[in-house]
């Protein structure tokens, strides 16, 4: 896989517009997903993960930069995905995502989001508790020999 060098730098988070996903958004999502998770989703899934969920983007001078997806189920959310290119992070990125993801969760109705992440991605896993998550379970090798994942919820939406 090739990784595009971009002419740019990422500004804080504020500066950026969190959009609907579309399906022309697939192959960019797709691309994006590949250099973040050992197992990503293929075309089709997130074709329809825009489809029947919430997804939302962000772009950078036409580069998507960053998505978040959230499925609500009564008054259950599961934040099913969070993924921002490499050269954006660190930046309130990620934050702003789940943010929003937390905000449409609750105009949803969810009292609880639930998420799973790497145990290894200490990053995402101090975010989450930052945002109010914490540990409920560990799944060994969840993502593989030796890698678990957290199982996180956050009960006031």
Known sequence: MT?????????AASSWLIEPATPDDVSAIV??????FTRPWSQQSWAEEIERHWVRVVRRQGWLVGVVAVWVTGDTAD??????EPGCRR????RALVNAA???AAWAGASQVLLE???????AVELYRQLG????ARRRDYYGPGEAALVMRRDDV
């Open 31 to 36: 691309g994006l997903e590949a250099g973040a």
């Open 3 to 11: 990784v595009a060098v971009h002419d740019w730098t990422c500004p």
């Open 79 to 84: 934040l099913t995905r969070v993924i921002v």
């Open 91 to 94: 930046r309130g990125l990620g």
């Open 117 to 123: 992440v790497s145990a290894s991605n200490l990053a």
């Open 102 to 104: 937390l905000d449409h």
């Open 133 to 136: 998550f914490a540990e409920i």
